[in-house]
């Protein structure tokens, strides 16, 4: 296996978006008929890569060379890499769930009568024999949304089976799934390594990296930072996550002893969410928290832990269905059926994806600013624009926002200055907590470091701050106090001064609890 | 990077003659339908040999369209809001035989007959605004249901013929005028001063804004467009009122023109100044947003087409009374008029863009359009066409004017819901984005993009 020739070689891959580089210089190189895994932090450039492999990026946009079966390859777009063999299934599956399984498997793909209709007899057949290779025994004419996410999944990979396959690449493909599918997708991608597919791994789960790859790239920040061979260098969990969290803290964080933290004001017990769709999945699971005044409470966990679903089903239900729980404020139970009783009761949100959910891009400046608690300025509902002005003018002072008025659209500004308008507008609302959502995703470091020093800010003004992140080091240096939540679960509470990433990174790949019981 | 700080001052002049309509990112867009619409009348006027303008024409002009204005002004709301009302027609319709039957048969004073009206639009809107609010189903289904729903009551109800209307008062509503005090002058003297009293009042709030704005420190626009402004307009209102106080003997600024104002003053004041309008705006900008912000959607999207309906039940009224009588065929067509009013006015088809006043003027282009052919002598068949092409072109300019460089109304509206990676880089063609000094405005997501395409 270590002897067999790389089928693809990625050399000094280097991929500018404006202002900022994705990718500087990453090397992937993968041997035939292994499997590979890419490991990195949320936003470490991992689905940048392989967009660039897979030709979304198309050639041109990119600086390297894509080296495949030997030969440079330049494509331009998807349906190149496919017809070359390397086909992607992306996290979020791109089935269409009111068409069977069969029609899936061959859609923009069908099998032709003489006559140019769809040979449907041919598709059954066909449809069968890629099933049966995949492990999957359901009937083909059974529509996509009838059967589980697992199977889905399959269905995924039969699709890439029909088309040649030779080299899959599969982005986080167990996320969505349970152990036992989990299990089952893990031996099927074993499976087709020993006929010959090559697969590139993406994924989160580094027990199941370490169970399945034959070897691992670790990309920190758009570099390369090594390259490891599973069984020659000894690999095991601790050793990927050093190569992940490993990089130099910068002193960007504003300094913080903790010493105007106060007493217990929010406190949720025994929270369990729903997920909207499928009932049997929670995406919070009998969660308890604490909140002090003063306090930066960070919540750690991977993409897909429940951070975010934990969050907004607390403001005002806005995710899933509240199963069980209860929510106190100083002291006293709150009801919070919706964002107005979620507002009303001092809560604020600052979702991760501000251009979906946090702004209307087509509302100007001041009139975001104000959106969120509006009867503040609208005695008998009629809005007081010149306040209104007066009060985003202010704000545009305060946190520095980059614009000649604040008459300018919202979607003009920089991702920075967006984000400093939706802390604007929740500060507007005079939050007593403060959930800020990945606050710093997207943002140049600049910013960053100024929303660092917004976020302590407000704590030390008294109000409570959940701040939910990916990167550890933005955790470790602007929280008080760090939660772990794996897989809905919240798995760990430790003092910042007391954490490092690697323990943090333990608590947020795994339930230590659910193992030692298991 | 070095012009950045020219190009806003570049394009200063255009923008600060867009906030004659108040500012906003769909400010020059209708900026520019004003314009189309002046050319349109100059146009007309010179090839009708000048019949366009006359006093009898405009007060015709007005008389002929204030119907469907009024339903504008509810429909360019239920668009901002995202939806679409393809039932005012038969609503206006169906209320409007039952204010002929009840006052006709039942014998109601025409005071209660009003009310009535109203009460029919209120309950309509309630029926559909529940089953698009609450229930969920699309305003296209919704309506168009009601559309069938509507037309059909109002022929069961009328037994599909025409009812006479014949209270005096009533009858005013539609074709009445300003009184004539008969003071020996060739003018009208309540339309004059109602056109002064506008033209004053259009002064003193101008300067009111701006010396408020002073006080607070808020840009205002320079002196000189709001001088051009309040004169252009205090001009305009004269020569209307003149032209309107000096057609025939008997005629003068009619009342279905005056409620068409009201009604345009308040609704303006409600979509631009009230907490109400901001919410209308956010929900259809951008509802996952608004629904995270508070704001009650439901509410808002019930409140919608119940105003529509209510609107509508307004505008029957002034038909019926206009042509004295409420027929089975009362109607037809009048939704797709007042939606293509809004969309040549401005409106995004995806919602959370449009103006009451944009819609207007839309509304009047059409309507100059329909009356200068008709003066013209073209015949209704190739009127259509014309009018078609029109709205046809009214919107493809605005959805090429944004493809270069800014953001399409289509593209947003193939992909609604999601912000699209296209509006990543969104520019729009008079004004620069803004650059921070290091040059990092972009950004990038770790999560797969919305739009990638999938094989």
């Known amino acids: 296996m270590v002897d067999a020739p790389y089928i693809l070689e990625m050399r000094g891959i280097t991929k500018r978006f404006p202002g900022v580089i994705a990718l500087d210089d990453v090397t992937l190189r993968v041997r035939e008929g292994e499997i590979h895994s890419i490991c990195g932090e949320n936003g470490a450039g991992k689905s940048t890569l392989m967009k660039v492999l897979s030709g979304v990026y198309g050639f041109g946009t990119y600086e390297g060379d894509i080296v495949w079966q030997g030969e440079v390859a330049r494509f331009r777009d998807i349906r190149q890499s496919e017809a070359a063999g390397i086909v992607i299934i992306h996290q979020e599956l791109a089935l269409i769930p009111e068409l069977s399984i069969a029609e899936n498997i061959f859609l923009g793909n069908e099998p032709r009568t003489p006559f140019g209709s769809i040979d449907w007899s041919a598709v059954r057949l066909r449809a069968r024999d890629l099933l049966s290779r995949v492990g999957l025994r359901d009937d083909p004419d059974t529509q996509i949304k009838n059967i589980g996410v697992g199977k889905q999944q399959l269905v995924e990979i039969a699709k890439a089976l029909n088309k040649n396959v030779k080299l899959l690449i599969l982005d986080e493909p167990t996320a969505a799934l349970n152990e036992n599918d989990s299990q089952h997708l893990l031996g099927l991608i074993r499976d087709l390594r020993d006929k010959g597919v090559t697969s590139i791994m993406i994924s989160h789960k580094l027990n199941e990296i370490e169970a399945i790859s034959n070897s691992i790239t670790i990309i920190r920040d758009g570099h390369t930072v090594e390259s490891l061979d599973v069984k020659a260098d000894g690999v095991d969990e601790d050793r990927i996550i050093r190569g992940m969290v490993g990089r130099t803290l910068e002193n960007r964080f504003p300094e913080h002893d903790g010493s105007g933290i106060g007493e217990v004001f929010f406190e949720v017990r025994d929270w369990t969410v729903q997920h909207p769709l499928t009932a049997e999945r929670l995406v919070a699971k009998h969660s308890n928290f604490t909140v002090r005044r003063g306090e930066v409470v960070g919540f750690a966990g991977l993409m897909g832990a429940g951070r975010t679903e934990l969050a907004m089903s607390i403001f005002g239900q806005s995710y899933g269905t509240v199963l069980s729980g209860q929510v106190f404020k100083d002291g006293q139970e709150i009801k919070l059926p919706n964002v107005s009783a979620a507002i009303k009761n001092g809560l604020a949100y600052v979702s991760e994806d501000r251009k979906a959910l946090g702004l209307n891009l087509l509302d100007d400046i001041k009139t975001s600013v104000v959106s969120a608690k509006l009867s503040k300025i609208a005695p008998g509902g009629v809005v007081d624009e010149l306040r209104e002005h007066s009060i985003a003018d202010d704000y545009r002072k305060e946190l520095r926002i980059k614009t000649p008025t604040v008459d300018e659209g919202v979607g003009k500004l920089s991702g920075g200055n967006q984000q400093k308008v939706v802390l604007a507008k929740w500060m507007f609302t005079d939050p007593d907590l403060l959930i800020l959502d990945e606050p710093t995703r997207g943002i140049d470091v600049g910013a960053k470091t100024e929303i660092y020093g917004i976020i302590r800010k407000l704590a030390e003004s008294g109000a409570g701050v959940i701040l939910i992140s990916s990167e550890l080091p933005e955790l470790l240096g602007v929280a008080d106090r760090i939660y772990t939540i794996f897989e809905g679960t919240i798995t760990s509470e430790i003092l910042a001064k007391d954490a490092n990433p690697e323990t943090l990174m333990k608590s947020m790949t795994s339930d230590k609890n659910k193992k030692d019981a298991a | 990077m070095t012009d950045t700080a020219a190009a806003p001052k570049k394009s200063g002049g255009i923008r600060d003659l867009g906030k004659m309509f108040g500012g906003g990112q769909s400010s020059l867009r209708q900026f520019g339908i004003l314009g189309a619409l002046i050319v349109i009348i100059v146009f007309f006027q010179i090839a009708t040999g000048g019949q366009t303008l006359q006093p009898g024409n405009v007060i015709n002009i007005v008389n002929q369209n204030a119907y469907v204005l009024i339903l504008a002004i509810g429909m360019v709301m239920v668009i901002i809001a995202g939806h679409i009302d393809l039932s005012v027609g038969s609503v206006a319709a169906f209320t409007g035989i039952v204010v002929a039957i009840a006052m006709n048969r039942g014998g109601v004073p025409w005071w209660a007959g009003v009310l009535i009206g109203l009460g029919i639009g209120a309950l309509v809107g309630a029926w559909q605004g529940l089953w698009v609010a609450y229930v969920g189903v699309p305003a296209f289904i919704v309506t168009l249901a009601g559309m069938l729903v509507f037309r059909g009551l109002n022929q069961f109800i009328g037994n599909a013929t025409t009812e006479p209307v014949k209270d005096e008062t009533f009858?005013?509503?539609?074709?009445?005028?300003?009184?004539?005090?008969?003071?020996?002058?060739?003018?009208?003297?309540?339309?004059?001063?109602?056109?002064?009293?506008?033209?004053?009042?259009?002064?003193?709030?101008?300067?009111?804004?701006?010396?408020?704005?002073?006080?607070?420190?808020?840009?205002?626009?320079?002196?000189?467009?709001?001088?051009?402004?309040?004169?252009?307009?205090?001009?305009?209102?004269?020569?209307?009122?003149?032209?309107?106080?000096?057609?025939?003997?008997?005629?003068?600024?009619?009342?279905?023109?005056?409620?068409?104002?009201?009604?345009?003053?308040?609704?303006?004041?409600?979509?631009?100044?009230?907490?109400?309008?901001?919410?209308?705006?956010?929900?259809?900008?951008?509802?996952?947003?608004?629904?995270?912000?508070?704001?009650?959607?439901?509410?808002?999207?019930?409140?919608?087409?119940?105003?529509?309906?209510?609107?509508?039940?307004?505008?029957?009224?002034?038909?019926?009374?206009?042509?004295?009588?409420?027929?089975?065929?009362?109607?037809?067509?009048?939704?797709?008029?007042?939606?293509?009013?809004?969309?040549?006015?401005?409106?995004?088809?995806?919602?959370?863009?449009?103006?009451?006043?944009?819609?207007?003027?839309?509304?009047?282009?059409?309507?100059?359009?329909?009356?200068?052919?008709?003066?013209?002598?073209?015949?209704?068949?190739?009127?259509?066409?014309?009018?078609?092409?029109?709205l046809l072109l009214a919107v493809g300019i605005d959805v090429l004017s944004k493809r270069s460089g800014g953001r399409s109304i289509m593209s947003r509206f193939s992909r609604p819901k999601k912000v699209s990676a296209a509006d990543e880089n969104m520019t729009y063609p008079l004004n620069r984005p803004l650059v921070e000094p290091d040059g990092t405005s972009a950004e990038q997501s770790s999560r797969p993009s919305s739009t990638t395409p999938n094989a």
Not at chain 2, 202 to 211: D, I, K, M, N, P
């Open chain 2, 171 to 390: 009858l005013e509503i539609g074709g009445g005028y300003l009184p004539d005090p008969n003071l020996g002058i060739d003018y009208n003297v309540p339309t004059l001063v109602l056109g002064f009293i506008a033209a004053i009042l259009v002064v003193v709030l101008e300067f009111r804004t701006r010396a408020r704005q002073r006080k607070v420190g808020a840009e205002s626009a320079p002196l000189w467009v709001s001088l051009v402004k309040v004169v252009l307009l205090a001009a305009v209102l004269i020569v209307a009122a003149f032209l309107f106080a000096g057609g025939r003997v008997g005629t003068s600024f009619p009342i279905p023109g005056i409620i068409l104002v009201v009604l345009v003053i308040i609704y303006a004041f409600v979509t631009n100044n009230t907490v109400t309008g901001r919410h209308i705006y956010s929900v259809g900008g951008n509802w996952h947003a608004a629904e995270l912000s508070g704001v009650k959607i439901k509410r808002i999207n019930f409140f919608v087409m119940m105003n529509m309906s209510v609107l509508a039940a307004v505008a029957g009224m002034v038909f019926i009374s206009r042509s004295v009588s409420s027929g089975p065929g009362d109607g037809t067509g009048w939704e797709l008029d007042a939606i293509a009013a809004v969309f040549i006015g401005g409106a995004a088809v995806s919602g959370g863009i449009g103006t009451v006043i944009g819609s207007i003027v839309g509304g009047l282009v059409i309507a100059v359009l329909n009356n200068g052919l008709q003066l013209l002598g073209v015949s209704s068949d190739r009127v259509q066409i014309i009018k078609g092409l029109v």
